[in-house]
């Protein structure tokens, strides 16, 4: 499968951004999907995860109640829809999917995208 992220870009903390991830080559509806960052100096780390149907997810700590993961079978795209930015989460962000359950753990992904730059300036 081919995953493509869209949507990144500069905004002020407090703001928004949706990120899209669009899925080619294999069948969306078969795998789950996550989102992954990695800031400047340090690892990739995981942010969320959602099922195949979109009926699960799972959210890092640092973003609970202020991103949302979804998913468009129609369309084969994952959004990431994040609120209230804060400085802290400038990163590149990747979408990753794999079959089977979700799970936080990046090794277990099959398939990466390219990633996304999103810089919150202060």
């Known amino acids: 499968a081919q995953l493509v992220e869209s949507g990144g870009g500069l905004v002020q903390a407090g703001g928004s951004l949706r990120l899209s991830c669009a899925v080619s080559?294999?069948?969306?509806?078969?795998?789950?999907m996550g989102w992954f960052r990695q800031a400047p100096g340090k690892e990739r780390d995981f942010v969320a995860a959602?099922?195949?149907?979109?009926?699960?997810?799972y959210y890092a700590d640092s973003v609970k109640g202020r991103f949302t993961i979804s998913r468009d079978n129609a369309k084969d795209t994952m959004y990431l829809q994040m609120n209230r930015l804060k400085p802290e989460d400038t990163a590149v962000y990747y979408c990753a999917a794999r079959t089977g359950s979700i799970v936080n753990k990046q090794y277990l992904y099959d398939y990466w995208g390219q990633g996304t730059q999103v810089t919150v300036s202060s």
């Open positions: 080559g294999r069948t969306f509806s078969n795998y789950a």
């Open positions: 959602l099922s195949w149907s979109g009926g699960s997810t």
